[in-house]
């Protein structure tokens, strides 16, 4: 009898449970499709040089350890539920039916949810795992082809992983249900939140932001003192001022409208704070762009703390924004009074304005992680496509072998060796090879070995015929030089500016074999592998070899390419013999240490971390998107009986079906559209920023083309999820408020 009963309860209430249908199919479909490529069944055609089990652990670790968040969102939804249906659980109570039987038969109905929504989302996760796995074969550079398969350890994780979370659910809703008493089941639904004004969320929030305009102005005193020049332009100038200025005068306001708090009120009190932090935020968000300019000299970590800076000003401006969103719609309401009152106007004024009085912390938290997770849709292809930008301009050599002299304090245990290891091993593993190169790289001065400096390390020169048997291997042409001159080659990922700025300050070249001039082609910037530099450094001198020969060699190195690419166990145990042979760190003191890349074992391993990296980004990005929609749509769902009741005396008063459907389309936009547009319009600011400070890498890495597609792709994701989400809310908002039920509430 129970089991019919829940069946029944389950049919009757599947449409009332739209919300949660579609999130936790939304849920089970990605927890599916991400850990599809982590199964012990799934060996794709990828060839002998890659080995995916690198990247199967650290998937199913990921995606797990993310998917912990799906246990709020579980708890959340099935809370809703409870309180959606605690006055027939109070019915059934007054009946004589035990409430611990309660309990446990709403625990099977959301169960049996909970199977069907797993049943469904796997099997739309064996679709968009065609996705991820067509994500992962390019990755390797290996063509897609559609195939329908069907992981049994997979499923059983799945099944497990949100079974295991509805039991955790589901036992505190039994408990809930069995400590309650029939009275408070019955009233739960008339109980409000606690006025806006009463809560002390937003002035704690002034107090810690009056801290960071404290640090904020320190730091901009320092970076002024020790950065300003009266030669630079006036947008500069105005930065310097500006970092100054504003937070100066927003911390004298803050201090100030304490005292006359009660006098202004604390709406005026946290405008004049907001407007102080929209002006204090243009001079910190204006740094990368004028850096770029300029070329200001800021450092990394200057960089950062800005970037800190102007995101604790951005949440700062988004929580007084959301705070104060009743309050300007109440003033926009009572400025004029045809609007007010123009049609359906004022009920619409009541409903905006009860939601966002009692809901603002809620709206802000939700403000926050959708700008949190749109950058982070954003940012993942930008790392990812950085990281394997530069693995193309690091591991460009399949056996790649340098030492390193800077932990060497004496000239004389520089080490010179032709790496004999390799030719061993090469030999016993009948490995084809197409080019090999031993060669030494020299400084300048030998003066300058004891120059250790961070920061300050001198470039490293390499002789002429070494770097063109370097762009022999790599297809470039060949350079040409006179006895008495130089030419530079540089890092890809170098400024232009710095490298016409270091040219135009070095046309000559002191040696200890006599000074070269700079060449007239004398810049060369194509990948050549990052052993070739010294620390900290990004540019190598190219010199006759005449010239290299009277100089200290300080820098071995051997290149490799082979016929044919290494198998991955053979590069493994060539790399662990490299390794063992020459440490990239020396156990002992005024010893070189070595820096060692095979090109199959580091193409696996930077693709298997990009991969994880960039999978569990953008997968966390979408758990927190869907989270937030999800709340967004419960919290205009839980008040449906409210809804029904003032909906029904609009019809009773004449107001037509199509303006109480405008009227429901405007209420749902502006609860769904002030939380959206707000973090959509703080996340361009702060990825502008970003790409601001990062504008070489990614020119030099990824490319703006590319990085507009996938960007374009991010935003069909969040469009495509917002539209499931805001169309299941009108569903369900309109079958609410459609019929009269039967009962009264009047929305006490």
Not at 339 to 361: C, P
Not at 672 to 697: H, K, N
Request: charged content about 15%; aromatic content about 14%.
């Amino acid at each position: 009898m129970y089991a019919k009963l829940v069946f029944k309860n389950a049919k009757k209430s599947a449409k009332d449970y739209l919300i949660y249908i579609v999130t936790m199919t939304v849920c089970v479909t990605l927890f599916y499709a991400f850990l599809f490529i982590s199964s012990s069944h799934y060996h794709p055609v990828i060839g002998a040089e890659y080995n995916i089990s690198l990247l199967a652990g650290g998937m199913k670790l990921a995606i797990c350890g993310i998917s912990l968040l799906l246990l709020f969102l579980i708890h959340y939804v099935n809370r809703f539920m409870l309180r959606k249906k605690q006055k027939e659980f109070a019915v059934e109570a007054t009946l004589g039916m035990e409430q611990k039987t309660i309990g446990l038969l709403f625990f099977c109905e959301t169960f049996f949810l909970l199977i069907f929504s797993v049943a469904v989302g796997i099997l739309l996760g064996m679709i968009v795992s065609q996705v991820i796995t067509a994500m992962l074969l390019a990755s390797f550079g290996e063509p897609y082809t559609f195939s329908w398969l069907f992981f049994p350890d997979t499923v059983l994780l799945t099944v497990g992983f949100f079974a295991v979370c509805q039991i955790l659910v589901g036992l505190g809703n039994v408990r809930i249900l069995n400590k309650s008493r029939i009275i408070e089941l019955m009233t739960a639904n008339r109980k409000n939140e606690k006025p806006l004004h009463k809560s002390r969320w937003m002035p704690v929030i002034c107090i810690l932001y009056g801290i960071l305009l404290l640090w904020m102005l320190q730091v901009g005193a320092v970076k002024c003192y020790f950065y300003f020049d009266s030669r630079h332009p006036l947008p500069v100038k105005l930065m310097y001022w500006g970092n100054i200025i504003f937070p100066a005068l927003t911390l004298l306001w803050a201090t100030a409208g304490t005292f006359l708090r009660r006098k202004i009120g604390f709406s005026r009190y946290l405008c004049g704070i907001l407007a102080g932090a929209v002006m204090t935020a243009i001079p910190i968000f204006s740094i990368a762009k004028l850096e770029n300019t300029y070329f200001l000299g800021f450092d990394a970590p200057t960089l950062n703390q800005y970037l800190l800076f102007g995101i604790a000003d951005i949440l700062f401006i988004l929580s007084a924004v959301i705070y104060l969103s009743n309050a300007a719609l109440l003033y926009w309401k009572e400025s004029k009074v045809s609007r007010k009152y123009h049609n359906t106007s004022l009920f619409l004024f009541g409903q905006l304005s009860s939601k966002l009085a009692t809901n603002t912390k809620t709206m802000t938290v939700i403000c926050i992680t959708l700008t949190f997770s749109i950058c982070l849709f954003v940012i993942a292809p930008i790392l990812t496509g950085w990281s394997l930008g530069y693995l193309d301009s690091r591991a460009v050599y399949d056996i790649q072998i340098s030492s390193r002299y800077n932990d060497v304090y004496e000239v004389e245990n520089l080490l010179d060796t032709d790496y004999g290891e390799i030719t061993g091993f090469i030999g016993k593993n009948q490995i084809a090879i197409e080019e090999d190169l031993t060669f030494s790289e020299y400084l300048p001065k030998r003066e300058s070995f004891h120059q250790r400096v961070k920061y300050d390390f001198p470039p490293l020169a390499i002789a002429l015929t070494d770097y063109n048997t370097i762009r022999k291997m790599l297809g470039y042409e060949s350079v040409i030089l006179k006895a008495d001159e130089f030419a530079t080659h540089w890092h890809y990922a170098a400024d232009v500016r710095d490298i016409e700025d270091y040219i135009a300050s070095h046309p000559l070249l002191e040696t200890d074999a006599g000074t070269l001039k700079l060449s007239e082609n004398a810049v060369f910037q194509e990948p050549v592998g990052e052993s070739i530099y010294n620390l900290y450094t990004a540019v190598v001198y190219i010199i006759p070899d005449e010239a290299a020969q009277a100089l200290l060699p300080v820098q071995s190195n051997r290149f490799v390419t082979t016929k044919y690419p290494l198998s991955f166990k053979t590069a493994e145990s060539l790399e662990q013999l490299l390794v063992n042979s020459y440490p990239e760190e020396s156990n002992k003191d005024n010893l070189p240490s070595y820096s060692t890349t095979i090109r199959t074992t580091e193409v696996n391993r930077i693709i298997a971390l990009n991969f994880i990296l960039k999978a569990s980004l953008i997968y966390s990005a979408i758990v927190l998107v869907v989270m937030c929609l999800t709340v967004l749509a419960l919290q205009q769902l839980s008040d449906a009986e409210k809804y029904h009741y003032r909906f029904s005396v609009l019809r009773k008063m004449g107001v037509e079906e199509k303006e109480l459907h405008t009227l429901v389309l405007k209420q749902l936009g502006v609860w769904f559209g002030l939380p959206s547009a707000s973090a959509i319009v703080v996340a361009i600011i702060v990825i502008s920023y970003f790409l601001q400070s990062a504008s070489a890498e990614i020119s030099a890495y990824i490319g703006y083309g590319a990085l507009v597609r996938q960007i374009g792709i991010i935003i069909g994701i969040l469009a495509l999820l917002l539209c499931c989400y805001f169309l299941s809310t009108w569903l369900l908002f309109q079958r609410s408020i459609g019929t009269d039920k039967g009962y009264p509430d009047h929305g006490r």
